[in-house]
């Protein structure tokens, strides 16, 4: 049976902590202290020094005490910016931020579900097999710490990563591929005032080539965004460099591949019309993963589903998470809904009643695997 002070009151312990991406020392330190204090051996991996932040990931297997396959739990430890002071408001069944930060329950309630879930199992005595807890870092800023977790410490067949919004029993079983695009622009500089037909403005190549660009939503599975625009250094000087950094995602690789090529294309085309050149360069920031609906993770969480009494509901995602990481390493890996709402920002919300049906949802998931 749920604890539901105890929860409550850990979650809150887990938000007063400052834990920016690349500074989840004393998150790392205190969630290590929590599950050695239940009688279990968490490792830290050196994923910290990989990418230059304070801390690793941690690894700790809850040894089972049946014959079936394991699964990994995981939720990351870092928050968004502005997330340093964080002050939670208890509202009768709602936490909210006070309005200046987020809340942090992006990712503490996953943490806090996961940690009450474990407990629960070791006081009732249930039955279960290898659970592999994982708490990530750096997941905010590129899924680094799932790229560089220490695969080798992880034998789990499934994986539950309890790191998304929505209603309890939904299931992120579908999300894009994410193409990262870096653009840098050089124009030509010349005085504004006095000579502007002897410059190349890197802002006309670029404002032609978006102009020009499919951009926003592309189709059901593929979208595209430029996000970030760097350039010019006065008035009266033509622009002669500008910098871009943009995105396009897709469920599917040949869509993802069409979209890149053809947001290259529309730079090199304005590039050559003005005069200018243009340097495009992307990387693959995670890769797709697809669950197909007779899986056997699907068919666990349907019967957890209905063993709690709950409707169980897969859904696409258009966003990124650790379960793109671990998916690609040969773990089939869903993204669970914790309840949180308006995430990275200070309106950030989350239900005790949602995080109370989330350990309950989480504790019938590892009594359905087979």
Not at 264 to 278: L, N, P, S, Y
Not at 279 to 304: C, G, H, Q, W
Not at 352 to 357: A, G, P
């Amino acid at each position: 049976m749920v604890n539901r002070t105890r929860l409550v009151d850990e979650f809150l312990e887990l938000v007063k902590i400052d834990s920016l991406s690349g500074k989840e020392r004393q998150m790392c330190d205190l969630l290590k202290r929590k599950l050695e204090n239940m009688g279990y051996m968490p490792i830290e991996d050196n994923a910290g020094e990989k990418i230059g932040g304070n801390s690793g990931n941690i690894i700790c297997t809850v040894k089972g005490t049946k014959n079936v396959p394991a699964i990994l739990l995981a939720a990351h430890m870092d928050t968004v910016v502005p997330g340093v002071g964080k002050k939670a408001i208890v509202d009768g069944d709602i936490i909210k931020t006070d309005g200046t930060t987020i809340l942090g329950g992006d990712d503490a309630s996953g943490i806090a579900i996961i940690l009450e879930t474990i407990r629960i199992l070791k006081e009732e005595n249930i039955p279960h097999g290898d659970i592999q807890v994982v708490f990530t870092v750096a997941e905010e800023i590129g899924l680094l710490g799932a790229k560089n977790l220490d695969y080798s410490k992880i034998h789990a067949k499934y994986g539950f990563i309890l790191d998304s919004d929505g209603r309890i029993g939904c299931a992120a079983v579908k999300a894009p591929s994410h193409n990262k695009i870096n653009v840098v622009i050089k124009g030509k500089a010349a005085h504004a005032g006095m000579e502007p037909e002897n410059g190349i403005s890197a802002f006309a190549i670029m404002t032609y080539a978006m102009a020009n660009m499919k951009l926003g939503r592309i189709d059901e599975e593929t979208t595209a965004n430029i996000g970030i625009i760097h350039g010019g250094t006065a008035t009266n000087i033509v622009c002669d460099r500008v910098e871009i950094e943009g995105e396009a995602r897709s469920r599917q690789q040949d869509k993802l591949e069409k979209q890149t090529a053809h947001m290259r294309d529309c730079f090199i085309e304005a590039a050559e019309k003005f005069g200018g050149q243009v340097e495009f360069n992307y990387e693959l920031e995670y890769p797709a993963f697809d669950i197909p609906t007779d899986s056997r993770i699907v068919s666990i969480m349907k019967s957890a589903a209905a063993d709690c009494g709950i409707e169980f509901e897969a859904v696409v995602t258009g966003g990124g998470s650790d379960t793109n990481i671990i998916n690609s390493k040969g773990i089939e890996a869903v993204d669970l809904s914790v309840g949180m709402t308006k995430v990275h920002s200070v309106e950030e919300q989350i239900s005790i009643k949602d995080m109370v049906d989330a350990v309950t949802y989480l504790t019938a998931i590892i009594q359905n695997v087979k």
